[in-house]
């Protein structure tokens, strides 16, 4: 999730890629890449066709700078346009490979213990434990878990992203905490000192690593 700072420093760099400063442009692709390409990597397990359909993304980007308008967060401008560009190349991906759609390619938004951060008030064992407890909800509320606790999107800003309506979001989250605590060991739980609400702990744990 990105700190007020850098939410205010990457809305001035956007801000001058939009006025023509291919410095910006490199400065913007570098500061998101990483985020969306974790992002695409867990909807299609295909690097090659994430890493081209990012970098399609910045080219349309860069070509339409001049007319995009006042974007109020990049950041979920790009989640959004990445996720369209990332459906849209598949399958021509399919096609250029000779690849048949399966399964194979591994479950879309599974997570495991090593992407929420290491802190002293959690254990392993509960970090292990959350990971399986986000990876039993569905596909849905896993990508919904991802854009609103990796990138701390708000949920008008991932209905946007995901096509459907601001309430249908808020239903979804709603569903996935009140499955994700009922997994959850109330003796573990209860060794959680620093909150007692589970989306703040989300917010804290599931850092950009």
């Known amino acids: 999730m990105m700190k007020d700072g850098d939410k205010n420093k990457m809305k001035i760099v956007w801000e001058q890629m939009q006025g023509g400063d291919e410095h910006a442009l490199a400065e913007t692709f570098t500061y998101y890449y990483s985020g969306l390409y974790r992002y695409g990597i867990k909807i299609f397990n295909l690097p090659d066709l994430v890493k081209d359909s990012i970098q399609d993304l910045f080219l349309k980007v860069w070509e339409k700078r001049g007319t995009l308008g006042e974007v109020q967060n990049p950041e979920a401008y790009l989640v959004a346009s990445f996720r369209r560009k990332l459906f849209e190349n ?5 096609k250029k490979t000779d690849r ?3 399964q194979d390619d591994g479950e879309t938004f599974s997570f495991s213990a090593i992407e929420f ?8 064992q509960l970090r292990h434990l959350l990971a399986a407890a986000v990876n039993s909800l569905p596909e849905r509320q896993r990508e919904l878990v991802f854009l609103r606790f990796y990138y701390g999107l708000r949920y008008a800003e991932i209905a946007r992203i995901m096509e459907v309506k601001e309430q249908t979001i808020k239903n979804m989250m709603q569903r ?8 959850l060991d109330p003796k573990l739980w209860e060794a959680i000192d620093f909150t007692d609400d589970l989306m703040m702990t989300l917010f804290l744990l599931f850092g950009k690593v």
Do not use: H, M, P
């Open 117 to 124: 951060l290491e802190t002293q008030e959690v254990s392993d």
């Open 176 to 183: 996935a905490i009140a499955s994700l605590r009922g997994k």
């Open 90 to 94: 598949k399958e021509k991906y399919f």
């Open 100 to 102: 048949e759609k399966s």
